[in-house]
């Protein structure tokens, strides 16, 4: 019933912007986390920028920290706002939506390509 569809990864140059989007097409609105993963060449996916929907709270990678902002634009769609890219920024980026406890469930996107050139 729950499908997410990230959109807007690119290739990009060094020291430019992105901003990447992810639509729910279901019922995302009892999600306790929201986040934004990455997997980059060779190594495990990992959390970029993580949302915690009971308070608002962002708790973002240290290397996404000033340059990464997580925002959630209404009830269905979050995005993440990348400025000042880095090569080591290259990646597939993932949206992930989480429920805990009972009832609860895991929905990833697909992911969308980051490329960042030197």
């Known amino acids: 019933q729950v499908q997410l569809v990230e959109s807007g990864g690119t290739l990009a140059q060094a020291g430019g912007s992105l901003k990447l989007s992810c639509v729910a097409s279901?019922?995302?609105?009892?999600?306790?986390?929201l986040a934004w993963y990455r997997q980059s060449p060779g190594k495990e996916r990992e959390p970029v920028a993580v949302?915690?929907?009971?308070?608002?709270?962002i708790k973002y990678r240290d290397s996404a920290k000033d340059r990464f902002t997580l925002s959630r634009n209404g009830v269905d769609t979050l995005s993440l706002q990348m400025n000042n890219l880095r090569p080591d920024d290259t990646g597939v980026y993932y949206c992930?939506?989480?429920?805990?406890?009972?009832?609860?469930?895991?929905?990833w996107g697909q992911g969308t390509q980051v490329t960042v050139s030197s």
């Open positions: 992930n939506a989480v429920r805990r406890g009972w009832s609860g469930y895991t929905y």
């Open positions: 279901g019922d995302i609105s009892g999600a306790n986390l």
């Open positions: 949302l915690t929907t009971s308070d608002g709270t």
